[in-house]
């Protein structure tokens, strides 16, 4: 089971479930560093050591077998299931050929050791760094955040708002520092399903190439390296057209006016400070706190534990909530709530007086709430003009050959309409059916296919036919996808995103482009399956099914029919497959104007 994506606002929180999370990545990437460490000594080992060569490679396998990819999200796509299981394979593969003898190429560190130390110094060593300053700066920020609520009401004005700056200051290095490496953390964990099999394969092949006792293994290892290297490609393609988009987000939740909003959340939590009255005196004790509004539950769980005391969270039902007066109280940020369970109100201190209406906010308390209104836009029906404007772009497109060579002719094509197709405000695949899309992850291709078959006759009519209308567009290119390099799984990267765009920007829903993918690019292959143009009133028909269900097998060396295949430079394929893509980004980019819809002038 894979490790939960960190939302960027969870830092403004920073609960103790999310802390757990984080310790969990860094546990993870503790364990990489040292498998990488494995990886390099060990390949060290067979590249120096040729007499032992056959004990090297059985350590070498071993290391691999053992090794498995954690990744993020709760599904994986088959070239992450293929990535998941390649050392697997490439450790059984080693171990049939543990007997032959092998002459290692003389650049075998370049292939292997090199690109695993830079690996390890410049994505592992950076998040460390990163990680430092995360502890030093939330250090900083909670010391100052405990001198900063014992400060006494009473003091002067001016003393007050001096230290509210202060603590402001260190809210905001703290706040940087975390959604900084939160972002980094979880970079280096997507990036190692690339940067580190495609040192190792690449030595694989220097190995098997270039020795004559293991030509027929080799040529059996063919067919299973190209797939694998086709799904490392997809995979690299999926983190790139996520990579600009986290950037983007985490730029935006560093911004001041994003401290304290939890995107989607039912309830509000933080950490608040409660009087606690005592024989000898007056304390105050803090707790991570949540409030559930539907239930009116208030929830507080002990930041402070008592040693080998098992303290359980403590719940009660509102009753009322109403804000302290200053002159009543010796300190800042201080409201009451009255419960079912407690025959006397609890007074709790908020860490600043925004967070105290935020909690005010949330409870219906005696605070003025200030609500920004939410305005739902009625979805605007796709007109006979749209339609008009996409037909001759698609038959501009198709005409003219390569986007790029007419690019500077295409604005000034006669397509009336334009300005009104701009002004639209809908989309292919409405918001409202985004989330039924969730059994297209399932294991069974045949599921898939039926479930997606099943969602294109839930959109209006309308979207129907302009998605169809694409999908047939794309359907040829693709078919001379032996020219253009566009096959419909980097279709799938062009307009996965585009067509599919979540409603809400968070860290999982970028995770979820790499379904979006796939469900393109099943629409485009199976597009006749689909039958997107059934102009029928009633159920739509399914897809005719197989003889027999099939599933995704795991990808082995054995079982495969040996074949010939040329030898791939791994610089040529990415090469050629970017490309590809370069041929169609301007295509990609145009449709993005035209289907998606939100537009921005």
């Known amino acids: 089971m894979g490790h939960p994506p960190l939302e960027f606002s969870d830092c403004y ?112 060593g950076v998040t460390k760094e990163r990680r430092k300053k995360f502890e030093k700066e939330s250090e900083k920020y909670y010391s100052q955040l405990d001198k900063h609520l014992n400060l006494s009401a009473k003091k002067k004005e001016t003393q007050l708002q001096e230290a509210d700056e202060l603590l402001d200051k260190e809210r905001l290095n703290f706040y940087e520092s975390s959604v900084e490496y939160v972002y980094q953390i979880q970079q280096v964990q997507d990036r ?48 790139e057209s996520t990579r600009e988009e986290m950037e983007e987000l985490m730029k935006r939740m560093k911004h001041p006016t994003q401290i304290g909003k939890m995107h989607g959340q039912p309830t509000i939590e933080g950490y608040l400070y409660s009087q606690e009255k005592w024989a000898l005196g007056v304390s105050w004790v803090k707790y991570y706190c949540k409030y559930h509004k539907a239930s009116k539950l208030f929830v507080m769980v002990s930041a402070e534990p008592k040693p080998a005391t098992k303290q359980g969270p403590t719940e009660l039902k509102l009753k009322s909530c109403f804000r302290r007066k200053t002159e009543s109280i010796d300190k800042r940020f201080c409201f009451d709530i009255e419960t079912y369970e407690r025959n006397i109100p609890v007074t709790l201190q908020a860490v600043s007086e925004a967070n105290r209406k935020l909690w005010m906010e949330a409870m219906d308390g005696k605070e003025p709430i200030y609500h920004s209104p939410i305005h739902k836009q009625a979805e605007m029906e796709l007109n006979e003009v749209g339609f008009k404007f996409v037909r001759k772009c698609i038959n501009f497109v198709e005409t003219k050959g390569k986007v790029t060579r007419n690019l500077v002719s295409f604005p000034y094509c006669p397509l009336e309409g334009r300005d009104e ?77 585009t067509l599919m765009r979540a409603e809400e ?44 269900p099939r599933k995704r097998q795991p990808i082995t060396i054995s079982k495969r029919t040996p074949r010939v ?37």
């Open 13 to 124: 929180g920073d609960s103790p479930d999310f802390r757990e999370r984080l310790k969990c990545y860094e546990l993870e990437l503790e364990r990489t560093s040292k498998f990488l460490k494995d990886v390099i000594k060990d390949g060290n080992s067979v590249i120096n050591a040729i007499k032992g060569y056959s004990v090297a490679v059985h350590k070498f396998s071993q290391t691999l077998n053992v090794f498995q990819f954690d990744f993020i999200g709760d599904s994986l796509t088959d070239d992450e299931m293929n990535i998941a299981e390649s050392f697997q394979e490439f450790a059984g593969l080693l171990q049939e050929v543990e007997d032959d003898r092998m002459m290692l190429v003389q650049n075998a560190c370049d292939l292997l050791i090199k690109p695993l130390e830079k690996f390890r110094k410049e994505q592992i």
């Open 192 to 239: 190692k399903k690339f940067d580190v099999v495609e040192p190792v394969l690449a030595f694989l092949h220097s190995i098997l190439t270039l020795n004559n006792l293991t030509v027929e293994m080799t040529q059996d290892f063919m067919p299973y390296k190209q797939e694998l290297q086709l799904s490392l490609q997809n995979t690299r393609n999926h983190f």
């Open 421 to 497: 197709l701009f002004e639209m405000d809908s989309e292919i695949k409405t918001q409202r059916l985004h989330y039924d899309v969730q059994s297209f992850k399932s294991d069974s291709l045949d599921d898939r296919l039926g479930a997606i078959h099943s969602l294109t006759y839930k959109l209006p009519e309308k979207n129907r036919e302009m998605l169809s209308l694409l999908i047939e567009h794309l359907v040829n290119v693709c078919s001379n996808s032996g020219d253009n390099l566009m096959t419909p799984s980097n279709m799938g990267v062009i307009f996965g995103p």
């Open 505 to 548: 920007e968070t860290v999982a829903a970028m995770l979820d482009i790499k379904f979006q993918n796939i469900v393109v690019e099943i629409l485009i292959e199976d597009y006749t399956k689909v039958n997107l143009k059934n102009e029928s009133s009633t159920a739509p028909p399914m897809p005719p099914p197989r003889i027999t």
């Open 565 to 601: 295949y040329p030898a791939v430079n791994y610089g040529l394929l990415q090469c050629t497959l970017g490309m590809g893509m370069g041929i169609y980004t301007v295509g990609g980019c145009l449709f993005w104007a035209l289907y998606y819809c939100k537009c921005e002038s």
